[in-house]
Structures are given as structure tokens and as C-alpha cells.
């Protein structure tokens, strides 16, 4: 199974981008899917998380009213509105499947994509 993260590429400070995560054959609707990312020189981060049926959601303290999970399962996929843009939020971020919530939450999952890869620089 490979996950697959879309959207990344080069925005301003204070702009957005729209992250999303499809996985062409394989159905995400039974899982919990996380949002990761890692800097160069730092480590994995784990963002945002949204539970199989979107009505549990979490996010880090560091993009927390500004960053949006959603989901639309008729479409297979799973959203990332990253608003606000900072110089920090630049890594390459990839997205990941977990059948438990909780675990997906704790950094734990069983299916990972390669990432996609957001710049935010002036």
C-alpha cells in the first residue's frame, strides 16, 4: 500500500497550501490518517490526525489554528489546509494510515506515503 501526499511546493511567508492524501487503490475510509513532517537536521513531527470517520481530530500546539485536517471518504482522501504559513513549517511532509486513532495519534502507523515537500520562504 502506498500512500500518496500532494500539494507541497514554494509559498510565502503567511500564505497557504492545501495538502492532500490519496491512496489510488487501497480504501482509506477504515482508517485514522496522521499528518507528519520533518525538517532537515530535525525530527519527525506529528501534526495532525483524523480519526477514520472525521469526528475526532488533533493537532500540535505548533500549527493549531491555523493548519485544518479534514477528510472526504467518497473521495478517498484526507485534506491538510495549512493557512498562516511560517518559515518553521518548512520540511517535507508525508501522511500515514493507522486502523487505531490513539495510535496514529502516538506516532504509530502502518502504512506511510513518501511526502511531499513545502517551502515557505520570501
Known amino acids: 500500500v502506498q500512500l500518496q501526499a500532494s500539494g507541497g511546493g514554494l509559498v510565502q511567508p503567511g500564505g497557504s497550501l492545501r495538502l492532500s492524501c490519496t491512496a489510488p487503490?487501497?480504501?482509506?475510509?477504515?482508517?485514522?490518517i496522521g499528518w507528519f513532517r520533518q525538517a532537515p537536521g530535525k525530527e519527525r513531527e506529528g501534526i495532525s490526525c483524523i480519526s477514520s470517520n472525521g469526528n475526532d481530530t488533533f493537532y500540535t500546539n505548533s500549527v493549531k489554528g491555523r493548519f485544518i485536517i479534514s477528510r472526504d471518504n467518497t473521495k478517498n482522501a484526507v485534506y491538510l489546509q495549512m493557512n498562516s504559513l511560517k518559515s518553521e513549517d518548512t520540511a517535507k511532509y508525508f501522511c500515514?494510515?493507522?486502523?487505531?486513532?490513539?495510535?496514529?495519534?502516538?506516532?504509530?502507523?502502518?502504512?506511510r506515503g513518501r511526502g511531499t515537500l513545502v517551502t515557505v520562504s520570501s
Open positions: 500515514a494510515a493507522e486502523l487505531d486513532y490513539r495510535a496514529i495519534v502516538a506516532g504509530l502507523w502502518t502504512w
Open positions: 487503490g487501497f480504501r482509506l475510509d477504515d482508517y485514522a
